[in-house]
């Protein structure tokens, strides 16, 4: 009877584990894709601005 108890206990925990890892690797997926996007448009903002603007005196 322990020996099921531990072997389900493992199989559940293996699980769980798992999905975390999942759960993390697309959680930080996410936030770098973010990252990207907003980075370039911030870019594509910043060389806009600079090419309407005139040079300093």
Not at 27 to 36: G, N, S, Y
């Amino acid at each position: 009877m322990i020996a099921g108890t531990n072997l389900a206990f493992v199989l559940v925990f293996s699980i769980f584990v798992l999905a975390t890892m999942v759960l993390l690797v697309l959680t930080i997926r996410f936030i770098v894709k973010r990252a990207r996007a907003d980075k370039q448009a911030f870019e594509a903002e910043r060389a806009v601005g600079r090419h309407d603007e005139s040079p300093p005196l």
